[in-house]
């Protein structure tokens, strides 16, 4: 039975559902999609479901070569979310019956000076510290491994369990396996959360009407602060992190160009290669505080492309296909909020910063538990959504 929202202006009423997901990215159709698979009514707003995020990223499933000192904790999450990867993508390959393009294909790290390889030496010391595996190469090795890498690779760290998947192609399964599992799409924005007697009841959509649901999850990316009727205390600490990323193409001629996701820290920038089995070779990332701008700049993609020519200089000679910007959706501790708000009936999964696409299978797990029990597993709780608010977060009602 699913609660009505109460009325305002000249919105029209429809039918409600018993879950409402407000934003059809990649975590909104995960979370949709295994709360269908758990006998739930689920309905995603959102433009233009399988959109967002995704649409950008490079897709890298970099827990051990993305670690950063002070995410110790977001470092459980996201090894747990990496080892989910190879069952559910098979498990989303078959629901849908599409490719994800996931590669179990190891990253190499390397260092272009002495600078960058005593960052390197650093992270790698945190690695072992913290129980990873990674292996320290020459940058003969380095070479050896991968021959376009430039002469003056000074040394690097082998990460044979950092994969890749391609987001566009997994965020293109979730939504066909959503429709599969009997996920129904509203084609709009959700403008406004509805809030009755203490608790949310849905939101009113961009069409005019007004959805009615028992439990509302708000999973709009870097867009989730923005909706209106969220209680000032309860608004998520979410701002947008522009990435500005290159598509190549690798002709068969060039191929294998490289073997595995390449990355570095060049001039205190992250960059990273990821090439795809299909050719495509995407080269990654700025991040600028930017706000809602997604412009690409000349000055991003020369930056980027300089780079990456220092790193591999054979890269001037690919065709260069597409060049994009978008925003991550980042949270004070760079960790995602999951679960129940102290609002009953609302839910956040946001606030997934650089990790959306690894922390993708963790993440429908828990906000199936969430939605299903009112309860986190384990594993998820320290990313609560009350650890940005004075008042401890109230469990929400089992739905009925
Ligand atoms: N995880 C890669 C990025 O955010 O650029």
Redo the contacts with the bound molecule.
């Keep these: 039975m699913c609660a009505s929202g109460n009325t305002s202006g000249a919105s029209r009423r429809t039918a409600g559902s018993e879950v409402l997901v407000i934003g059809g990215g990649i975590i909104g159709l995960v979370t949709a999609w295994r709360a269908a698979q758990r006998g739930l009514t689920v309905t995603v707003a959102d433009p233009a479901p399988g959109g967002g995020a995704a649409q950008v990223?490079?897709g890298?499933l970099?827990a051990v070569t993305?670690l950063h000192y002070g995410e110790q904790m977001l470092l459980g999450l996201n090894l747990a979310s990496a080892a989910r990867y190879p069952a559910f993508v098979e498990e989303l390959e078959e629901a849908s019956g599409r490719e994800t393009g996931f590669r179990a294909c190891g990253t190499l790290a390397v260092a272009l000076d002495s600078d960058d390889r005593a960052h390197l030496r650093e992270l790698h010391a945190l690695q072992e510290r913290s129980g990873l595996e990674s292996v320290w190469l020459s940058g003969r090795e380095c070479r050896r491994l991968e021959p376009m890498l430039a002469p003056s690779v000074r040394g690097g760290l082998r990460v044979d369990g950092d994969h890749q998947v391609d987001p566009r192609r997994l965020a293109a399964a979730l939504l066909a396996a959503c429709e599969r599992a009997g996920v129904a799409f509203r084609r709009t924005t959700a403008e406004r959360l509805t809030v009755d007697g203490g608790r949310a009841t849905g939101a009113l959509l961009g069409d005019g009407t007004e959805f009615g649901a028992d439990q509302v999850v708000l999973a709009a990316g870097s867009l989730s602060g923005r909706l209106a009727g969220l209680p000032p205390e309860l608004v998520p600490p979410v701002r947008p992190v522009k990435?500005q990323v290159l598509r190549l193409t690798v002709p068969p001629a060039y191929a294998p160009f490289l073997s595995r996701t390449v990355r570095a820290v060049v001039r205190g920038g992250?960059l990273?290669l990821v090439p795809r089995e299909n050719g495509e070779l995407v080269v990654?990332?700025t991040?600028e505080e930017m706000g809602w701008d997604t412009t690409v700049t000349a000055g991003g993609v020369y930056e980027l492309l300089r780079d990456a020519h220092e790193l591999v200089p054979g890269i001037t000679e690919l065709p260069l296909t597409e060049t994009r910007a978008g925003l991550?959706p980042a949270s004070p501790d760079n960790a995602p909020l999951l679960g129940p708000t102290a609002l009953p009936g609302l839910l956040l999964a946001t606030g997934h910063?650089?990790?959306g696409v690894l922390l993708t299978p963790v993440t429908g797990d828990a906000m199936a538990d969430a939605l299903t029990t009112g309860e986190l597993p384990e594993a998820a709780r320290p990313f609560a959504p009350g650890r940005f608010t004075t008042a401890a977060p109230v469990l929400q009602e089992q739905p009925v």
């Design positions: 990223a490079a890298m970099a993305e990435g992250h990273y990654g990332a991040s991550r910063h650089r990790n």
